[in-house]
């Protein structure tokens, strides 16, 4: 049974850095690409930032950029998050997606097989 399971999250004041993790059971993230999406209240889930399973290439939002890092090995995927700012403030998921273009990471949230449960990242001004 594959599961992903984030932690680190919780309450952090604006200008502190936090790193999410996603730990993966029953599959290697060697063959993964990953993703870590986030979503606001009422609104679609958005990739923050996402890796290619070979680890050469990655994404991050324009809301996020030079903010952001993302990385992963074996069973780990990660998410370090700098400066966080209030607007930061929404439930975070990791995602898996098997395989997938060698240099192109995924963005979109139908491209992605598996998925977290979601933890909250409240930021307080």
């Known amino acids: 049974q594959v599961q992903l399971r984030e932690s680190g999250g919780g309450l952090v004041q604006a200008g502190e850095s936090l790193r999410l993790s996603c730990a993966a059971s029953g599959i290697n993230l060697v063959t993964f690409a990953m993703g870590w999406f986030r979503q606001f209240p009422g609104k679609e889930r958005e990739c923050v930032a996402s890796?290619?399973?070979?680890?050469?290439n990655t994404y991050s939002a324009d809301s996020v950029k030079d903010r952001v890092t993302i990385s992963k090995d074996k069973n780990m995927a990660y998410l370090e998050i700098n400066r966080l700012k209030p607007e930061d403030t929404a439930v975070y998921y990791c995602?898996?997606?098997?395989?997938?273009?060698?240099?192109?990471?995924?963005?979109?949230?139908?491209?992605?097989?598996?998925w977290g449960q979601g933890m909250q990242v409240t930021v307080s001004a």
């Open positions: 890796i290619t399973w070979s680890g050469g």
């Open positions: 995602a898996a997606q098997r395989g997938g273009s060698y240099d192109s990471p995924p963005t979109k949230q139908y491209e992605f097989l598996y």
